[in-house]
């Protein structure tokens, strides 16, 4: 089955750059979503198609895709930034969505 | 503004069938591009993908759990229900909907607050 990889963790200061990867094999052809999880709380989209941030999501939040990569980056990371981010994106069927296991970002 | 809920039991002995439904608000199933889909999250785990329902009435399943689930959707009622069976410990999670948008592609934009479902004997 189709897998997206993520990084388990991520660390950074306060002010720094924090980017989480996500690499797949069908990313070159699908769009790839990130998701933010804060503790005992649904996630909340912060990137839809590789590159676009929903309303209310903070300017420090861009995304990038390349090949088979698809990169989050938090451009001056804040301690509210702490949390669990995924990837989701499409196998190459276009049938089967998967998300990536999960980035733990420490903003410390 | 859309809003959805899950309801169910937050215990089931293995092997029984579990059935949850997502109550939504906001946004019918008879619009075009529009879909409403299932992630769980076990706890301390990642999220996983577990199915979608189209307003066409299409459906998507996880390859690995395709045998156990059934996603059905009641327009009127503005629900949609998945049902597992043979639950397992293992299937022991937060189960959320969520709100699927199909623009150029199909992206879940809002979520429930999720329920947590427990399997043990």
């Known amino acids: 089955s189709y897998e997206l990889t993520q990084p388990p963790s991520v660390s950074v200061s306060p002010g720094q750059t924090a980017r989480i990867t996500c690499s797949g094999d069908?990313?070159?052809?699908?769009?790839a979503y990130w998701y933010q999880q804060k503790s005992g709380q649904a996630p909340v989209l912060v990137i839809y198609e590789d590159t676009k941030r929903p309303s209310g999501i903070p300017e420090r939040f861009s995304g990038s895709s390349s090949g088979t990569m698809a990169t989050l980056t938090i451009s001056g990371a804040q301690v509210e930034d702490e949390a669990d981010y995924y990837c989701y994106s499409t196998d190459s069927s276009v049938y089967h969505r998967v998300f990536g296991g999960g980035t733990q970002l420490t903003v410390l | 503004q859309i809003t959805l809920k899950e309801s169910g039991p937050t215990l089931v002995k293995p092997t029984q069938t579990l059935t949850l439904t997502c109550t939504f608000s906001?946004?019918?199933?008879?619009?075009?591009?529009?879909?409403v889909g299932w992630i769980r999250q076990p706890p301390g785990k990642a999220l996983e993908w577990l199915a979608l329902?189209?307003?066409?009435?299409?459906?998507r399943y996880s390859p690995s759990l395709k045998s156990r689930l059934t996603i059905t959707k009641d327009t009127f009622k503005n629900q949609v229900v998945l049902t597992m069976t043979n639950m397992d410990p293992v299937d022991t999670a937060t189960y959320y909907c969520?709100?699927?948008?199909?623009?150029?592609?199909?992206?879940?934009?809002?979520w429930g607050q999720g329920t947590l479902v427990t399997v043990s004997s």
């Open positions: 329902i189209y307003w066409n009435d299409d459906k």
């Open positions: 906001g946004f019918s199933l008879r619009t075009s591009a529009v879909g």
């Open positions: 969520a709100h699927t948008y199909c623009g150029g592609d199909c992206y879940f934009d809002y």
């Open positions: 069908a990313l070159p052809k699908n769009y």
